[in-house]
């Protein structure tokens, strides 16, 4: 078990980033996190946090959306990545499975997988779509079915196994528990785990499931309006009495309905 | 057989082969259109630029010659050299990616993520602007297209079918231009090829993908660049092709980029993101526009191809706005 962040050797560091859309929505406003090899970090936060933005400066999937990172630095292994285009990061090693999961609709589950490996090619391609079935094997039984047509669940194990094809070292998942019944969202993150033991697979893990997350992360980071607000072990943030009242809806007199404790959060805020 | 069933045939006959080059510009369409939300309106005027482009290149003409000698003083026309049907493709089809290249760099990368509209006028612009590129580099004389094409009607066929008419009637054979069977096989092998190409090739499978999702091919490490470059190119082909039929028929000239026209309504019919749509619907254009002609024309005073597909294209829009093929909007929470 990794549980101290950043004592570990740090594969992906984000330095102080600012990112600006559309030249003036200032969104993150000096986010700071080290992604450790071999661990499972997640990025917490609700909604409109600046989780996604925090993933998508980091695979410079951004610049297709008008947005900039200003200010900052990102590395991977020591090397700058600003500059990169998206297919320069997957050939790094570096992909995110995006929110809401953004499988190719009209596209076969098997097509589906086969474009993750866009960036390769040769034998290995066939033995790793053999490995994806292995995890998935709910996918090889609806390889032939169009991607459009298959569950929710389904589409979120396409879209980490197609990132599972371009054979990566760290993968960004972006709220993998979003829309899905919490027993599948069990066993999503039950593949998370086992990929990042077996195959030694990296994730930073954007979630809103505080709950879940930290239960399966090692390290995690909270997210407020543009800045991290606080972080540390999971096992640390999962007893933090702020992060049960704010984010797991629990205080020492017992559960909160997430009414109260959002108009409570209204009232009081941690920084700023 | 009796004649009218012969003649019938013959119809149809004229009326598919007609619908396999509708369908292959249709198909020049869908490409772009599927890859990028654009409707492109120069696909015409990229058939005529291409077909002008082909015969400048084989007769040796020096592009720009006008603008050269009016600059310098010289004058210069020809390289002096002919260069056979075979090569002059080949190079006409390396130039057609050139401007394909172009048309991306210096155009469409600056507008991702405009409104379609703007796209659509950025496609007029364009058709008028290549045009006009034609014409300057290769002169805006009428040419004729002499790649070796057969001409004329086909004698195996009149002289085979002659016979099958019933013993007594007066029969002469079906006439079937030896040009449009060439344009068939080369159109119908054309778009065999770009179906193979689109379904299982990896650049067909990801030219699919990033119709499907712009966002999700990036990043799977996919270049929309590249993807666009690949379908502008294999419009150009199409175009080259379209370029080549119609040009060595009617001569190159302004009105062949009208055979854009053409490829409308097959596309109303076929749906605009459907390639089996624009396969389909160009065979049901090419025939039903024949056989309404032999039926209905006379007595409605002729001409009728001219409108025959539109109409039938509306009526097809009235009752299945996503065209015959046309990919079901999936759509699921
Ligand atoms: N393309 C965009 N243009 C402008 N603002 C955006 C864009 N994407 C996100 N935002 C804004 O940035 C903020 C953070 O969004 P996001 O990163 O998606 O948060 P999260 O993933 O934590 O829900 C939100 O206020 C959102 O409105
Ligand atoms: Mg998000």
Redesign the interface.
């Known amino acids: 078990m990794l549980d101290a962040g950043h004592t570990e050797e740090a594969l992906l560091e984000v330095n102080n980033i600012e990112v600006i859309y559309n030249h003036v929505i200032l969104v993150l406003k000096g986010v700071s996190l080290s992604v450790p090899k071999g661990g499972i970090t997640a990025l917490l936060g609700g909604n409109g946090a600046g989780k996604t933005t925090t993933l998508k400066a980091i ?1 410079s ?1 951004l610049q ?1 959306e ?1 947005g900039e990172v200003t200010k900052g630095s990102i590395h991977y292994r020591g090397e700058r990545l600003e500059g990169l ?3 320069g ?3 790094k090693g570096v ?4 929110e809401g999961r ?6 076969t589950v098997e ?2 997988l ?3 490996a ?2 390769r ?1 040769g034998a290995e391609v066939a033995r790793d779509l053999e490995m994806v079935y292995e995890y998935f094997p709910r996918l090889r039984e609806r390889r032939k079915s ?1 991607a ?2 298959t569950s ?1 669940g389904e589409q979120q194990m396409v879209a980490i196994g ?2 599972l094809m ?1 054979k990566p070292e760290t993968i960004l998942l972006d709220e993998p528990s979003m ?1 899905l019944a919490p027993q599948l969202v069990e066993e999503i993150f039950g593949i998370v785990k086992s990929l990042n033991e077996n195959e030694g697979v990296t994730f930073l893990l954007a979630e809103q499931n505080t709950n879940v997350a930290l239960r399966y992360a090692h390290y995690g980071y909270i997210l407020e309006s543009g800045r991290i607000v606080m972080d540390g072990p999971a096992a640390d943030l999962r007893e933090n009495p702020d992060v049960k009242e704010f984010y797991l809806g629990m205080s020492d007199d017992g559960r909160k309905s997430f009414r109260d404790v959002r108009s409570y959060r209204r009232r009081k805020r941690w920084l700023s | 057989m009796p004649v009218a069933f012969l003649n019938f045939m013959e119809v149809t006959m004229n009326g598919l082969m007609a619908g396999v080059l509708y369908a292959l510009v249709a198909l020049g369409f869908v490409l772009i259109y599927k890859a990028s939300g654009i409707f492109n309106y120069a696909q015409g005027v990229m058939a005529l630029f291409s077909a002008l482009t082909l015969v400048g290149i084989m007769e040796g003409q020096v592009p720009f010659s006008h603008l050269i000698n009016a600059l310098l003083g010289t004058e210069i026309h020809h390289f002096g050299w002919h260069i056979n049907a075979f090569f002059g493709i080949l190079f006409t089809m390396v130039v057609m990616v050139g401007l394909a290249y172009c048309v991306q760099r210096f155009v469409f990368r600056h507008l991702v993520g405009q409104e379609p509209i703007i796209l659509f006028m950025a496609t007029i612009g364009l058709a008028y602007f290549m045009e006009g590129l034609g014409d300057l580099m290769w002169g805006s004389d009428i040419k004729t297209l002499a790649v070796g094409l057969p001409q004329g009607g086909s004698f195996a066929i009149e002289d085979l079918t002659a016979t099958w008419a019933a013993e007594g009637e007066r029969y002469y054979g079906m006439y079937i231009d030896q040009l449009d069977i060439v344009a068939t096989v080369v159109a119908a092998i054309l778009v065999i090829a770009l179906v193979l190409f689109a379904q299982y090739t990896k650049q067909g499978r990801a030219m699919r993908a990033v119709a499907d999702d712009h966002q999700a091919a990036l990043s799977v490490g996919i270049s929309l660049n590249f993807i666009w470059v690949l379908v502008w190119s294999l419009a150009g082909f199409v175009a080259i092709v379209a370029g080549v039929m119609w040009g060595a028929k009617s001569g190159v000239q302004f009105s062949l980029s009208l055979i854009a026209l053409k490829a409308l309504p097959v596309l109303m019919l076929g749906g605009f993101t459907s390639i089996p749509g624009a396969i389909v619907g160009g065979l049901i254009i090419g025939v039903g526009e024949k056989l309404f002609e032999y039926q209905f024309g006379p007595m409605l005073g002729g001409a009728t191809e001219n409108w025959f597909a539109y109409v039938l294209a509306l009526l097809f829009l009235v009752f299945r706005p996503q065209g015959l093929f046309g990919e079901k909007i999936i759509e699921r929470v």
């Open positions: 695979s999937l297709s008008r285009d998206p297919a990061l997957v050939k992909i995110q499975v995006m953004h499988c190719f609709e009209h596209l097509e589906n086969l474009t993750g866009y960036t090619s169009q459009g047509y929710g197609r990132a371009s829309g």
